[in-house]
């Protein structure tokens, strides 16, 4: 193991530059609690979160540590610069294509809908309140693992920086996660985002600057000496292998990890509580250039890797930490702790949020106490925003195999289950409820039966029987997850056009104000639209 911080002074700068964190993430919930009274409030403030605020929500819930010490160190270390392909392709097809298909639909339709979650949206435009249920338990069940990979992550890197044990790093992380939330609620955590969107900014910025000044880097004759390697140089080898080539595997990373993004309850909410258009314009723009510089950054880090030598046999999310300690002076490396730990706490916010809400809203609301009042919702989600945090936490202290199993799936799972549904169903007024079940359905099975495939054509070395099928699934599981989300999107036009049409006054409703640029949404045989989407911020009537 590392020792990050080296001497007393280093370590006091990295326990001031924590301290006066946490200071700053309590000042907010105390503040803005209340601005939560109310279910719409504390989940979807009140659906007045202007564009600053929902584009830095956004990115600060993509970018978690897992990007800066897991994928980084990872595909950083095989692939050198071309791992930077998939920070772009974050940016790209992630942020800016993904604000432009999706956030004014989602914010029209989910508020014509008076939809609160995926669970509630789903239900609601399809016209069936099994969805909701069914939605709400492949949610909870696939991001409870998701969240409790993070906290045992954060723990292990605040055990090497601080010394501190491996429990009373989770406890500190959980401690810091619900006060906000159960205080502040959405908005609270929207203005904790843009001030941790603000630490990543600069943290990455220094970071970069430093490791390229350092003389095992060299500015540019370390990147020409990368570029000049085939196994490290910008554009991939195609290889000889289609499934182990590393061209092929970039190309699965950006589908996976800029795409899933797309179908993410904890990502798509930021679309239900956005103001306006004009926000949603300006939103695009800075939500954007943050993933550019965040996750471009995240990976370009990786990729220097290679640069440095290091002691004994490293596992992938131990090369990050030894490449900063040998690079970075130990006073700086307390930033360096907090950019981590600030993109890590604001995607549990947003992971616990959506997980409370789901249950809350969508299955004691919606199925065992469906008079429940505004007042006594609004406060079983606040005490279960701490239920879930603690069950993270416990889970992560526990290190079940099979949950990081599941963590590893969970992205290309959600994604497989919803995407086909939500983005189809945001464009085209013949999407069918069967439809979506099918989805949902079959994407489960589909990831089981990869799995068990991989885990037989790749068994993991030293392993047998459930243990290689669980690894050596595992190990394809970015492809697995495209795989399951181009049948999503295959498969959800295909069943829509042999089953009955959906309920009309159902999809009149979530249609209301939505028009295409030349022709209404959904219209003519079927097909979908490519025209622009136009969304007004006046009445629901008015013409676009």
Known sequence: MFNLLSGATGLTASYITLAVYLAAMATIAIIFRRKSASVSDFLLANRGVGGWLTAFAYGATYFSAVVFIGYAGKFGSSWGLAAIWIGIGNAVFGTFVAWKVLARRTRAMSQNLD??????????????????????????????????????????????????????????LAVISALYLFFGGYFASSISDLFQGIIMLVGVAVMIFTLLGNSNVNWESGLAALNSDPKFALIPAAGTDLISSPLFNVIIMVLLTSFGIWALPQSIHKFYAIKNTSAIKQGTVISTVFSLIVGGGAYFTGSLISRFTFEGNLASDQLIPAMLKQALPAALLGLIVILLLSASISTLSALSLTSASTVSVDFVKGFVKKDANEKHVSVLMRVLCIVFVLISAVLAYLQIDAIVTMMSLSWGVLAGCFIGPYVLGLYSKKITKAAVWTSIVASLVITLTLVIVFGIKYPASGLSGIGAVLKGGIGKSPLIGVISMAFSMIITPTVSFFTKEPNGNTVALAFKGIKSRGAVVGGGSGTLPVEIPCVSDLPPEAVC
């Open 115 to 172: 939809a609160k979650t995926m669970a509630d949206f789903f239900a609601k435009r399809y016209g069936s309140p099994k969805l909701k249920l069914l939605v709400s338990i492949v949610i909870f069940v696939f991001l409870v693992p998701y969240s409790s990979s993070v906290y045992q992550g954060l723990a292990h890197i605040f055990n090497l920086v601080f010394g501190l044990d491996f429990i009373w790093a989770i406890v500190i």
